[in-house]
T-cell receptor
Framework: GQQLNQSPQSMFIQEGEDVSMNCTSSSIFNTWLWYKQDPGEGPVLLIALYKAGELTSNGRLTAQFGITRKDSFLNISASIPSDVGIYFCAGQKNTGNQFYFGTGTSLTVIP | GAVVSQHPSWVICKSGTSVKIECRSLDFQATTMFWYRQFPKQSLMLMATSNEGSKATYEQGVEKDKFLINHASLTLSTLTVTSAHPEDSSFYIC???????????FGPGTRLLVL
């Protein structure tokens, strides 16, 4: 199946720093989702995006639906230790279809 | 809202036995449920999509006779790993979609270890 490419693959940052990660595809998607997964747990939905150009925030997290509809970005401001985890993007081409998942970005926050 | 549960969270079994994993949407009706498999430090691999009352659609390379999926109601889907072998050991996660939203909510996962 199709897989979305996430960048960077892993990040090691100092507490308090801002974080940026992105997700790209060769195909157009109409819905983008961002999830966070802690070790041994299922992914938890962070932000959902439904419109090209849309910018949506959830606390310190902000995600954007790329204008080309082939990418999406997630930013985390003022990182804290509990932000540690793996972040996955997921894209859906058409309503009712499956979501394709990204390769994941592993985030480590150093206190 | 949008809570999905899985049971059991951990299962250890002997090779050759069958294991059933349940996935329930607790506060919404899930018209569609998905089953994923995840290996350590890797992304989620979609195994199959199930719609309530109909046969599951399996992804290429996933044996439908080995991974039996039943979606008998709008709140319950089950995955049965038949004649499990050590290579079936993995983290299995379900997700559910419903309530009119184009989002997926994941269960907490089930870790399967086949000895």
């Amino acid at each position: 199946g199709q897989q979305l490419n996430q960048s960077p693959q892993s990040m090691f940052i100092q507490e308090g720093e801002d974080v940026s990660m992105n997700c790209t595809s060769s195909s157009i998607f109409n819905t983008w989702l961002w999830y966070k997964q802690d070790p041994g747990e299922g992914p938890v939905l962070l932000i959902a995006l439904y419109k090209a150009g849309e910018l949506t925030s959830n606390g310190r997290l902000t995600a954007q639906f790329g204008i080309t509809r082939k990418d999406s970005f997630l930013n985390i401001s003022a990182s804290i230790p509990s932000d540690v985890g793996i972040y996955f993007c997921a894209g859906q081409k058409n309503t009712g279809n499956q979501f394709y998942f990204g390769t994941g970005t592993s985030l480590t926050v150093i206190p | 809202g949008a809570v999905v549960s899985q049971h059991p969270s951990w299962v250890i079994c002997k090779s050759g036995t069958s294991v059933k994993i349940e996935c329930r949407s607790l506060d919404f009706q899930a018209t569609t449920m998905f089953w994923y498999r995840q290996f350590p430090k890797q992304s989620l691999m979609l195994m199959a999509t199930s719609n309530e009352g109909s046969k599951a659609t399996y992804e290429q390379g996933v044996e439908k006779d080995k991974f039996l999926i039943n979606h008998a109601s709008l709140t319950l889907s089950t995955l049965t790993v038949t004649s499990a072998h050590p290579e079936d050991s993995s983290f299995y996660i379900c997700s559910a979609r419903g309530g009119g939203a184009e989002t997926q909510y994941f269960g907490p996962g089930t870790r399967l270890l086949v000895l």
